[in-house]
């Protein structure tokens, strides 16, 4: 049973270009989630979170959209740049007292200079 | 500077040759979590200590054993490694609750003869 979907297996952009990351989950008890970016021989490094309470969180170049009502996760990354090539997994965790995180299969974006 | 320390890197090991993968942290975390990621799949739990508490996920063989001597170590011992056992294993780290970041190592490819 996947809790946390990342229906796009891959996504090619333009440098210059909007990149958009979508993440969908089913556990309705999630309340914080979390994008996670992978170069390869790397392990994954934190990107940037959002809690349930807010519906957007922003940090330079990325964004971080959240609709509990879809249940959908978005992550933004305005303008792409070659160095964002990468793979990127959503997360979600649950509860307040919970320090473990649900991870789905990734997303890996190319952008093309 | 690396916080969270995998090794080996690459490790090659025999069909049923048991194995030991290290994970050490500098972060001074309390919990530390082993993961398992194939190909294209999402990074997958399978057990984790806050600080001396074991937790092992139910689905993880019993093949997969953990040690944690210390606050900064944490083994995975795998007995009789299969075929199936092939993949990336990676060590994370975080603060437990009220820390939901989680930070990994680079990880250890392990190839099964």
């Known amino acids: 049973d996947q809790q946390v979907k990342q229906n796009s297996p891959s996504l090619s952009v333009q440098e210059g270009r909007i990149s958009i990351l979508n993440c969908d989950y089913t556990?309705?008890?999630?309340?914080?989630f979390l994008w996670y970016k992978k170069y390869p021989a790397e392990g994954p490094t934190f990107l940037i979170s959002?809690?349930?309470?807010?519906d957007k969180n922003e940090d330079g170049r990325f964004t971080v959209f959240l609709n509990k009502s879809a249940k959908h996760l978005s992550l933004h990354i305005v303008p792409s740049q070659p160095g964002d090539s990468a793979v990127y997994f959503c997360?979600?965790?649950?509860?307040?007292?919970?320090?473990?995180?649900?991870f789905g299969k990734g997303t890996k974006l190319s952008v093309i200079p | 500077d690396a916080m969270v320390i995998q090794n080996p890197r690459y490790q090659v090991t025999q069909f049923g040759k048991p194995v030991t993968l290290s994970c050490s942290q500098t972060?001074?975390?309390?919990?530390m979590y082993w993961y398992q990621q194939k190909s294209s799949q999402a990074p997958k739990l399978l057990f984790h200590?806050?600080?001396?508490?074991?937790?092992n996920e139910a689905d993880t063989p019993d093949n997969f054993q953990s040690r944690r001597p210390n606050t900064s170590f944490c083994f995975l011992d795998i007995r009789s490694p299969g075929l199936g056992d092939a993949a990336m294993y990676l060590c994370?780290?975080?603060?437990?609750?009220?820390?939901?970041?989680?930070?990994f190592g680079a990880g250890t490819r392990l190839s099964v003869l």
């Open positions: 994370a780290t975080s603060r437990g609750v009220g820390g939901n970041i989680q930070y």
């Open positions: 556990n309705s008890m999630f309340d914080y």
């Open positions: 959002i809690s349930s309470i807010k």
């Open positions: 997360a979600g965790g649950a509860g307040a007292g919970s320090y473990q995180l649900t």
């Open positions: 972060l001074n975390h309390n919990v």
């Open positions: 200590y806050y600080d001396k508490d074991f937790n």
